[in-house]
C-alpha cells in the first residue's frame, strides 16, 4: 500500500479532488438555477446544495488527518533507527518549549484582558511564541553555518 501511494498518490488524490470538485460545481450549478437572477440571502440560507462540497472537505480533512497520523507510524516501525533520529528531534524542541514555558510570565496584560484569555492561557501562549523564536533564530544560524562548511570544503 506504501509503494502503491509513494508511486501513485500524488495522481490518485488529484483525481479524487477534481471529481469531488466537479460533482459540487454540477450540483451547485443545478440547483442555482432555480432561485433567479440575484437571490436575497434568505433565499439561499435554506438551500443545501452546497452541503456536498462542505461534506467533501470534512471526509478529505478526516482522512488527510489520518493518513498525517498513520503513514509516518508505520514508516517509523519500518525504520526504527530514523525514527530515533526523529524522536530525539522532537524531544529537543518540547525541552525547548518546557523551559520556555517555565519562564513565561503569567501576569495579565491589557490585550489579555480584553481577549478574557487566563494567566495560564497567556504564559502558555508567550512560551509558544518564545519556542517559535528561538527555533527559527537556529534554523538560521544552522543555515549560516552549513552554507560556510560548504564554502571552504
Request: aromatic share 10%; no cysteine.
Amino acid at each position: 500500500m506504501y509503494n502503491f501511494l509513494l508511486k501513485h498518490g500524488q495522481t490518485l488524490s488529484f483525481g479524487v479532488g477534481a471529481a469531488i470538485a466537479l460533482i459540487f460545481v454540477l450540483r451547485a450549478f443545478s440547483g442555482v438555477s432555480g432561485l433567479g437572477d440575484s437571490p436575497t440571502n434568505e433565499e439561499l440560507y435554506p438551500t443545501s446544495f452546497f452541503d456536498l462540497g462542505l461534506y467533501g472537505a470534512y471526509v478529505l480533512t478526516a482522512l488527510a488527518a489520518i493518513a498525517a497520523l498513520v503513514f509516518p507510524l508505520i514508516h517509523s516501525l519500518q525504520n526504527p533507527k530514523q525514527a530515533i533520529r526523529g524522536l530525539v528531534s522532537v524531544a529537543i524542541i518540547a525541552l525547548i518549549f518546557i523551559i520556555a514555558y517555565s519562564m513565561a510570565s503569567d501576569a495579565i496584560t491589557p490585550a489579555m484582558k480584553k481577549e478574557a484569555l487566563s494567566p495560564g492561557i497567556g504564559k502558555f501562549i508567550g512560551g509558544a511564541i518564545t519556542t517559535s523564536i528561538i527555533l527559527a533564530v537556529g534554523a538560521v544560524i544552522l543555515m549560516i553555518v552549513s552554507e560556510a562548511r560548504s564554502f571552504f570544503q
